[in-house]
């Protein structure tokens, strides 16, 4: 090993799933949304100017933080806004996660957060969820340094009540809470509206799969204005300028046609439904998932060989070869196109 090799930080990467680059794939493995964005967006990107790029970007955000604010009856102190939720929580995780003390997130969850601790250096250790993949809240009462919820839970689809979260939330008073809903708007219900009682909760949540806008790199977060101005420190101390202008603009257009977003949600929902009762009829087990995306066990079939067999039809999906979960597959609702084309696959296939 060269001399200067001993001193490179190793990390092991987050791996995301498959980004084809030919066309004709039908791709449900990495939970876009199967619609396009809000027309809104479409005609803002028209609109923008290019002479506008000459400059750097809002560093407040104004008219994204604004319209986020309008949105969910919340002052524009108490929110922040970063490059996808991804970057949000990687800055939340820099920001709040200073203990000792191991911060606590689940075994079976978004897998991003054992990634963040081991780059940041922050001790942490993953509770196990119940056989059935459910929260015991009492597993996050002890001490420990912080507490990471993905709700509803990647890659399970499983949603906790609110009133389960608050509990956790409320049990850790000396810890940042933070509380990922990248899913809540597919059928969860949210605690955004916590901020305003608990201020050690930080609300993650993103316009990649409800707003369909992943291409576009837009997260934010809600916490109590102490929380938040403690983000903007650490994240003014790296990049001031991380959100481009066309996001900005794009983002601000996108969280003004609410109708646009209930409307494309609650098509993904009836479509998700109706995938479960499709998919329990070819033989699957399902949990009973509250995203955009299903978790689904065959009862007789090995997952790997489902896996690799629909990606020889060109049908994407995720299989995770880690314990627990290697007998499933996590299937992104697409149209109802393409969920059929799925279903013909299966038929074939099984
Ligand atoms: C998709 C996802 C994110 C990150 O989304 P961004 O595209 O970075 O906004 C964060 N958490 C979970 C659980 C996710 O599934």
Redesign the pocket.
């Given at each position: 090993m060269s001399g200067w090799e001993q001193n490179v930080r190793r990390v092991t990467p987050y791996t995301p799933g498959e980004q084809p680059t030919q066309s004709g794939v039908i791709k449900l493995n990495t939970?876009e949304n199967p619609y396009p964005p809000s027309p809104l967006v479409k005609r803002a990107l028209e609109q923008a100017d290019a002479d506008r790029l000459r400059l750097y970007p809002s560093i407040s955000c104004d008219e994204l933080v604004e319209g986020l604010a309008k949105r969910y009856g919340l002052d524009k102190a108490n929110l922040f806004v970063g490059v996808?939720?991804?970057d949000v929580?990687s800055m939340a995780f820099l920001t709040f996660f200073k203990s000792d003390r191991p911060i606590l997130f689940p075994d079976i969850t978004?897998s991003f957060y054992e990634v963040w601790a081991q780059v940041y250096g922050i001790p942490y250790k993953t509770v196990p969820l119940r056989e059935d993949f459910s929260l015991s809240a009492e597993d996050y009462f002890g001490e420990n340094g912080g507490v990471v919820i993905?709700n509803p839970n990647?890659p399970t689809g499983i949603c906790a009540h609110a009133d389960t979260i608050e509990s956790i939330i409320a049990a850790n008073r000396d810890s940042v809470v933070i509380i990922?809903e990248?899913?809540v708007d597919f059928g969860a219900e949210s605690v955004i509206g916590l901020i305003k009682k608990y201020d050690n909760l930080l609300v993650v949540q993103?316009f990649?799969?409800s707003r369909s806008m992943?291409g576009m790199?837009i997260?934010f977060a809600a916490g109590s204005e102490k929380l938040i101005r403690y983000l903007n420190s650490v994240k003014f101390s790296i990049n001031s300028y991380t959100m481009n202008t066309l996001s900005q603009i794009c983002g601000a257009a996108a969280i003004k046609d609410e109708e646009y977003f209930k409307k494309t949600v609650a098509q993904i929902i009836a479509t998700r439904e109706r995938a479960k009762e499709r998919l329990i009829e070819l033989g699957f087990t399902l949990t009973d998932s509250k995203a955009n995306f299903l978790f689904a066990k065959h009862n007789k079939r090995d997952a790997k060989e489902i896996f690799t067999k629909l990606k020889e039809k060109n049908i994407y999906v995720r299989w995770w070869d880690k314990p627990r979960i290697s007998d499933y597959l996590r299937i992104t609702v697409g149209t109802d196109e393409q969920m059929d084309a799925l279903y013909s696959a299966l038929k074939q296939i099984l």
């Open positions: 939970n996808g939720s991804d929580l978004y993905a990647a990922d990248a899913y993103t990649s799969k992943a790199r997260g």
